[in-house]
């Protein structure tokens, strides 16, 4: 009975992972951590242009964009910005809640830690380093910013730009001329 429960869990962790990973693909990732009381942020990050090896990150306590890199690892995905000698970390850790999109169940909200701490392993091993962290990190959420794809058209021609030749199929549509003449518009 063990094996089957070891087997379960062994079959389970890649599609978790794989579930943390897919984070990589989101463009944009806003997350939060708290302390205290819930619903309260003591701080809040905006990952942009996610990709597989670097991001850029707005925070709520620094101004401006900053690199960072990005390591997705077997067990996590994390998020890691030099400070001077110090090394400011955001790791994903699962997904916490699923939703589908086109039919395909994709995560729309990540388990995240955030940890300030000096262990240079953060770049060359973070995993390890991650482990090695007292229990203490700020716990939190990362959200992608899009989760949802764009909606297909659900009627024909629906998002369609007709040319000028071609005759309007709904009366009352709205038409224009483009910024130089040469296309006409139409909003159905």
């Not at 970390?89 to 999109?101: I, S, Y």
């Not at 990190?137 to 998002?159: D, F, H, K, L, V």
Request: with cysteine; proline share 8%; charged share 20%.
């Amino acid at each position: 009975m063990k094996a089957l429960a070891l087997a379960c869990v062994l079959a389970v962790a890649p599609a978790a992972a794989q579930d943390v990973r897919d984070a990589l693909k989101a463009g944009d990732l806003i997350c939060e951590f708290g302390e205290g009381a819930p619903r309260t942020s003591a701080l809040l990050l905006v990952y942009e242009t996610v990709t597989a090896h670097s991001a850029q990150v707005l925070s709520t306590h620094a101004p401006g964009r900053r690199p960072v890199r990005v390591k997705a690892t077997d067990e996590a995905v994390h998020f890691i910005e030099r400070v001077g000698p110090s090394f400011r970390v955001t790791t994903l850790t699962a997904c916490e809640r699923h939703a589908l999109r086109g039919g395909v169940p994709t995560c729309v909200r990540y388990a995240a830690k955030h940890a300030w701490h000096f262990d240079a392993r953060a770049l060359t091993d973070p995993d390890r380093a991650f482990a090695d962290l007292p229990a203490g990190i700020a716990a939190g959420r990362c959200e992608p910013s899009r989760p949802y794809p764009a909606r297909p058209p659900t009627r024909p021609n629906e998002g369609h730009v007709r040319s000028a030749s071609e005759p309007h199929r709904r009366a009352g549509a709205v038409t224009g001329l483009g910024l130089q003449g040469e296309k006409s518009f139409c909003w159905a």
